[in-house]
């Protein structure tokens, strides 16, 4: 499996200055004159560098110096709040920023074409570095993620960003939003949607500048900031040998500037007794902003490669190659920390209230392959995917398992909650089962989602044997869906399934978020080898037996078209666009 709160801004409205009526009296007519209303106005932006001097690692077994100069982009004043959306898949992506007129929020529609997709502005920052001589040798821009890792310049910003913590991948992304918090700063460094530059080792120049284009469009001043850069070329050998594994304090793998700054929540701060959600977690508010709230978080915007010692970058690679349910790594490389089940199964009679609840929808299937089972199975082809199944809410799914002593499978009941957070209903919803096969090992919650291909005619042929999950918000799917969760919990596997001794486990799937599986083992891909030729269509299939209580089960089922070909052992696969996605 690949796993891939918001708070409204309520501001007074301010009055306006009530016009001097005067009286004509020959003309027996009233004039009135009104000061002309303030223009909106958006957050006050700045370029600037963290240290005036940096020094960036080129080992010799990877060749590439990633730029990450530490320059940021600070906004003042009022936060950058960008809503990037689109109607359907048939429609291109826009994009509206968030302006304050008159203390009051107010939706400002950006020019076609600013952005194409989900992962961020194109080409927002320009780099030029000269060497020591003063030469030039190297120019390039790069895309800016405004949720890359952040941090406050002033003590009296807000302490936390409400803004998610990176800019959506997945490509049937609905929605997102980009934000930079007031008084904070982002790394405008793209990460893992750039490329390493080759720089020998020596001493550089870097001066880094925003693009016109948005100097323009956001009001930044023309101020390049300027980073002395020294490239000093390592070798992993050599470095386990002089300081061994152990010693490296980047050994963690997180790239620093990144992933520490995109951190979850240290604790469910809300979690009182009982261990029901939060207001926010059940109902948050929707988005500041005018229109519907929007939003993966994967984005996640990866770090770059760590510098890691070449001990651990190989136990790294051995961890990489586990097959089966792997950790997270659709929506970013942070681990949030799970919600904990109740202490005790709920008591009172079993009730499904008149309450929102949630919406499962399926989205058409991508990374889709012919494969042999990852275990060069003689003469087998199987056909791989991942699939995702994402809640459109109003209201989170929550799904908590409780074992009776002894028994194999937990029993799992569906939770409702009222607008304030209140647990005021659940209903039997099926078993958990658990999971021992290496790359699983943790609790299934059972009949989640199904899928199958099927003929031209849209009749069964073959289904997947993977229909038991566990839930987990990897993917940031539309954010401005209403009750969107922006930090949601349980991103990640490890932090959301639970272990073998475990006498009850807590699943959620969160508004705005969906749960991706890659279906790329033989039992969960679709065993092609005796399949003929022809069209097919992958259905992924949400709550296929209706177990789960949702506000509709009308779109619960996606199709991605695709067309088999080729001979027995190397056969091919042909994946037409989906509408305006070309991706397959």
Known sequence: MTRTRNIRLRRPLLAGTTAVAAMAVTAGL????????????????????????ITLTSWKEEPGVYLDLGTYLTAEGTPLELKVTRKSYKDPVTITQTVYEGGKAKAKVLPKGTVKDFSGLRDFAEITVTDKAGKKVLSRSEDFC???????????????????????????????????????????????????????????????????????????????????????????EDEQSATGPASRSSASGEHAGHGAAHQ??????????????????????????????????????KAAPPTLPWALKKQQAARSMRVGDTGGQTD??????????????????????????????????????????????????????????????????????????????????????????????????????WDPRPGHVHWHFTDFASYRLLKANKKETVRSGKEAFCLANTDAIDYTVKNANWHPFNTDLSTACGAENSI????????????????????????ITDVPNGTYYIQVLANPEKRLKETSVDNNSALRKIVLGGKPGKRTVTVPAHDLINEN
């Open 504 to 527: 009850s486990v807590r699943e959620v799937l969160d508004v705005g978020s969906g749960d991706t599986y890659s279906q790329d083992l033989p039992g969960q891909s679709f065993d």
């Open 332 to 433: 970013g490389s942070r681990k949030a920390p799970a919600l904990q089940p109740l202490s005790k199964r709920p008591a009172g009679k079993p009730s499904v209230p008149d309450v929102p609840k949630p919406d499962l929808r399926s989205l058409p299937a991508y990374g889709i392959v012919v494969s042999d089972g990852e275990k060069d199975i003689p003469r087998k082809d199987y056909l791989a995917f991942s699939a995702n199944v994402w809640n459109a809410g109003p209201a989170q799914l929550v799904v908590d398992g409780f074992r009776s002593p002894g028994k194999a499978k937990m029993d799992a009941y569906q939770y409702f909650y009222d607008a304030k957070g209140k647990q005021v209903g659940y209903t039997p919803t099926g078993t958990m089962e």
């Open 146 to 236: 405004p949720n890359n890792a952040s941090g406050r310049v002033r003590p009296d910003a807000p302490a936390t960003s409400k803004y998610p913590e990176s800019c959506p991948t997945n490509p049937f992304t609905l929605g997102s939003v980009w934000g930079v918090e007031k008084g904070w700063a982002a790394n405008t460094y793209a990460g893992s949607y750039t490329e390493p530059v080759m720089l020998a080792a020596g001493t550089y120049t870097a001066k880094v500048g925003v693009a016109k284009k948005y100097r323009d469009l956001f009001g930044i001043a023309n101020k390049s900031a300027t980073v002395k850069v020294t490239v000093q070329e390592r070798s992993y």
């Open 30 to 53: 009233v004039a009135a004159t009104a000061e002309p209303a303030k223009a909106a106005t958006g957050p006050k932006l700045s370029l600037i560098a963290a240290a005036t001097s």
């Open 264 to 301: 979850a929540p240290t604790a469910h701060t809300g979690h009182g007794p009982g261990h029901a959600p939060t207001p926010a977690q059940a109902a948050a508010p929707v988005t500041s902003g005018a229109g519907p709230s929007y939003n993966v978080g994967h984005g996640p915007l």
